[in-house]
C-alpha cells in the first residue's frame, strides 16, 4: 500500500517535552498514520522540507484509553501512532512557517 507523505505526517506534536527535545537532540515529534513504517515516515519527513536529512526514526503505538465522563457513561479515545524523527546536525524544521 502506497501512501502520500500528507497521509503519513499527520501533525506535528508541540508539547513542552518535543520542544526540548528539538533544543537538546535536534528530535522533532509527528503523529503519523498508523499504517505508516519507518522507511515511509524517514521519506516523507524528506519530501515535505527537502533540505533536511534524517539519520533515525523511533515509532511508538500509544494505546487506546478509558476515561469516565459521568457516572454511567465511560468514553474510549483511539490509539495513535508516534514518530521521534533526528536530523542530522546543522538540520532544522520551520515547523510554524509564515505565523
Request: overall charge positive.
Given at each position: 500500500?502506497?501512501?502520500?507523505?500528507?497521509?503519513?505526517?499527520?501533525r506535528?506534536?508541540?508539547?513542552?517535552?518535543?520542544?526540548?527535545?528539538?533544543?537538546?537532540?535536534?528530535?522533532?515529534?509527528?503523529?503519523?498514520?498508523?499504517?505508516a513504517?519507518?522507511?515511509?515516515?524517514?521519506?516523507?519527513?524528506?519530501?515535505?522540507?527537502?533540505?533536511?536529512?534524517?539519520?533515525?526514526?523511533?515509532?511508538a503505538?500509544?494505546?487506546?484509553?478509558?476515561?469516565?465522563?459521568?457516572?454511567?457513561?465511560?468514553?474510549?479515545?483511539?490509539?495513535?501512532?508516534?514518530?521521534?524523527?533526528t536530523?542530522?546536525?546543522?538540520?532544522?524544521?520551520?515547523?510554524?512557517?509564515?505565523?
Amino acid at each position: 500500500m502506497q501512501l502520500h507523505w500528507r497521509e503519513i505526517i499527520r501533525r506535528p506534536m508541540v508539547t513542552e517535552k518535543s520542544s526540548y527535545l528539538v533544543d537538546l537532540h535536534n528530535q522533532y515529534s509527528f503523529v503519523v498514520d498508523s499504517r505508516a513504517n519507518k522507511m515511509q515516515i524517514k521519506q516523507a519527513v524528506e519530501l515535505a522540507w527537502p533540505d533536511v536529512n534524517v539519520e533515525k526514526v523511533r515509532i511508538a503505538n500509544m494505546p487506546a484509553k478509558r476515561a469516565r465522563r459521568w457516572r454511567s457513561m465511560t468514553i474510549r479515545k483511539a490509539g495513535w501512532k508516534k514518530a521521534v524523527v533526528t536530523l542530522s546536525p546543522g538540520n532544522s524544521i520551520d515547523l510554524f512557517e509564515g505565523v
